[in-house]
């Protein structure tokens, strides 16, 4: 009898450890994959931290090593001062704020209504809307046209490029987001004798706040770190962080000098951080929300 039981105990066991060990196996992927991912992402993160406190002549071997002595903070100061930081970074905040809240403006709106009516003719409107997502400006035909109305080398004129850009990426967020409001709420205020801006401002802006919170950290990621339409836009008028970087590090200012350049990139990446890190959950909440229905 004894060893009827020991024989169904042992079975007992050889099953309960085959039904635990794909548990097991999916447990140890994940966490493989979750070490690869950490891995891959500190690994540039450190080289751009050591390679900023470095001294020049350790700069260049361009390797993980730590320095023989932490010159971060002397680095920071001479980028700060050397580079321009402080008037390029006020160019920065001067054509991303306005910009970015523009197109927050009046993509909502232009998505309120798009979403609401259904017709052919507002489906080809939408369809006209996001195709800003897959086709890119013409860049020269933009600039002639600046230059026709006086709004060339301006913040004004780097505004309008940068609204007329990322208003597409509004449209598509925000109308998926709308439409999946219930248009009762809309109908009882209109009852009560609202005006379409009240019933705006006053229910649906509210409402939009996940979406809204990533459609805005999305414009200041590419606005913010632009070069490109500025380099033309701006022709050497204007300065913003990124296109400082570019003018600085072609006039010879940062030449074979990566741990200058490297503390630049710190310190115009660190508003970024900061603001993500701060609205990541707003970012993951509007996705899910807006974008995927």
């Not at 320095?67 to 001479?78: Q, R, S, V, Y």
């Not at 649906?204 to 459609?215: M, N, R, W």
């Not at 701060?278 to 974008?291: E, N, P, Y």
Request: positive net charge.
């Amino acid at each position: 009898m004894s060893s009827v039981t020991a024989q169904y105990n042992g079975h007992k066991e050889q099953q309960t450890f085959k039904s635990q060990a794909p548990r097991w196996r999916r447990i140890l992927h994940n966490a493989t994959v979750i070490i690869a991912m950490l891995a891959l992402l500190a690994v540039p993160f450190w080289l751009l931290v050591v390679t900023a406190g470095k001294t020049q002549a350790e700069a260049l071997k361009l390797d993980m090593s730590l320095p023989d002595k932490w010159m971060l903070l002397e680095n920071f100061a001479t980028v700060i001062k050397d580079g321009k930081m402080v008037a390029a970074l006020f160019g920065s905040i001067a054509v991303t704020v306005p910009a970015v809240l523009i197109a927050i403006l009046f993509g909502s709106m232009a998505s309120w209504i798009l979403a609401r009516r259904t017709t052919k003719p507002m489906a080809f409107l939408y369809a006209l809307g996001i195709s800003g997502l897959i086709l890119p400006p013409a860049v020269v035909t933009v600039m002639m046209l600046l230059k026709m109305i006086g709004l060339s080398g301006t913040a004004l004129g780097m505004i309008c490029v940068y609204v007329g850009i990322y208003l597409s990426t509004v449209i598509f967020f925000v109308t998926g987001f709308i439409r999946t409001i219930p248009p009762s709420l809309e109908e009882s205020m209109r009852v009560d004798g609202a005006k379409p801006a009240r019933i705006f401002f006053t229910l649906i802006l509210p409402l939009l706040s996940p979406t809204i919170a990533t459609a805005t950290i999305l414009l200041i990621l590419y606005i913010w770190n632009d070069v490109f339409y500025a380099l033309f836009i701006l022709s050497g008028k204007m300065s913003t962080l990124p296109l400082n970087l570019y003018n600085v590090a072609s006039a010879g200012l940062y030449l074979n000098n990566w741990h200058l350049i490297f503390a630049y990139i710190i310190l115009m990446s660190l508003p970024l951080l900061i603001i993500f890190a701060a609205a990541q959950r707003k970012i993951i909440s509007g996705i899910t929300g807006g974008a995927v229905k």
